[in-house]
């Protein structure tokens, strides 16, 4: 989830479960606020490891040992210590702790519920789980707990903490009970085409938590649909903006349409796309992608390379993220490259040519 939605859980959950008495040595009921805001956004601060690494390991690490049950112990300690140490007067370094260890919790809680998920049990495993009920951006879950923010600050004590986070917990869990037929649409449809025991997916979409988008895997390919559960059947209109386009892609229960996307493309792309996924050089992408599917396979500089994406963070009439190649050059070495690095070098060179042809004009 984004800092702002982790910030205002981690300070409701610190609030709501503050004990009655909060004089020193323990932490004020406002103190305790600020604290939890600031130690639920404290597991993301993992991102400094893109600094030192390529974006693809970065993604591998990403959500590891700051976001780990494992390790959750050791964080409140530390930092509940730490809190107690520079907080200005007395205070009880285990009511710290205390604090640090609600906040941190209730992050990982709020990333296990996302598509990208989180490695619970880092170091000792990397695998990343995930019970995926909520769009990593969810405006309606940080609504509710914004709303909350709001009333403690105008009303103060800990009943509208309370009430933020229950009423939090009940959205979830009505988009966790979507999810759980969202995909018993997708295992009946995969029933229907004999693809016995096939693995399905249901992941949420963002802005309405009535769309879904399903996932069936077949040997070598996945199928996908877009689920709406109130939505009526309407036509894709490829001219209108963004926003209409992706909405109006999600159709009812019983006029699902699916579409293939292959795990290695057509015939002609088929053997080098796999030859490429196989190679030892991309085996972190492997590790990473969920449902990996080949976006094209395209002629760059002096390598031939194929591009690859994952279903889980697709979203209609947006470009995916998290593309990456994988190319052999002329001489037939390998290298791995971040689709997303192409863009913004491509970019800037558009941007320097249109510059030379402005000043060009200017001097003719």
């Known amino acids: 989830m984004d800092p702002i939605t982790h910030a205002a859980s981690g300070a409701l959950v610190a609030r709501a479960i503050a004990p009655r008495d909060c004089t020193a040595p323990r932490f004020s009921l406002r103190e305790r606020t600020w604290i939890g805001g600031l130690a639920a956004v404290f597991p993301d601060l993992d991102a400094v490891i893109e600094v030192f690494t390529d974006s693809l390991t970065y993604l591998n690490l990403h959500r590891g040992e700051t976001h780990s049950l494992v390790m959750l112990p050791v964080w409140a300690v530390l930092l509940g210590w730490l809190v107690a140490r520079l907080w200005p007067g007395e205070r009880d370094w285990r009511d710290g702790a205390l604090i640090v260890a609600l906040a941190i919790g209730v992050h990982?809680?709020?990333?296990?519920?996302?598509?990208f998920g989180t490695q619970l049990f880092a170091p000792f495993s990397r695998e990343t789980l995930a019970f995926a009920t909520t769009f990593i951006i969810?405006?309606?879950?940080?609504?509710?707990?914004?709303i909350g923010l709001l009333l403690c600050w105008r009303r103060g004590g800990r009943f509208w903490a309370g009430a933020a986070l229950l009423a939090t917990g009940a959205f979830i869990a009505m988009q966790a009970t979507l999810k759980l037929h969202a995909a018993d649409h997708a295992r009946a449809e995969a029933e229907a085409r004999g693809l016995h025991g096939a693995q399905v997916h249901a992941m949420p979409q963002p802005?309405?938590?009535?769309?879904?988008r399903l996932f069936i895997e077949d040997h070598d390919a996945h199928l996908s649909a877009h689920l709406g559960f109130f939505s009526p059947v309407r036509a894709v209109d490829e001219d209108a903006g963004l926003l209409r386009r992706h909405w109006h892609a999600f159709r009812p229960p019983d006029a699902l349409e699916w579409r293939r996307y292959e795990?290695?493309?057509?015939?002609?792309e088929r053997g080098f796309a796999s030859l490429a996924w196989a190679q030892p050089e991309f085996s972190t992408y492997r590790r990473f992608a969920e449902l990996p599917y080949l976006r094209e396979v395209t002629e760059r500089a002096d390598s031939q390379c194929a591009v690859f994406a994952d279903l889980r963070f697709r979203v209609e009439a947006v470009p995916p993220p998290f593309q990456f190649a994988v190319c052999r050059n002329e001489v037939g070495e390998w290298h791995v490259e971040d689709v997303a690095l192409w863009e913004e070098l491509e970019a800037e060179a558009r941007e320097a040519l249109e510059?030379?042809?402005?000043?060009?004009?200017?001097g003719g």
């Open 108 to 115: 990982i809680l709020g990333d296990f519920i996302t598509n």
């Open 138 to 146: 969810d405006p309606w879950v940080t609504g509710i707990l914004l």
């Open 207 to 212: 802005l309405n938590p009535f769309h879904w």
């Open 263 to 268: 795990r290695f493309g057509d015939t002609m």
């Open 355 to 362: 510059l030379d042809d402005g000043n060009d004009g200017d």
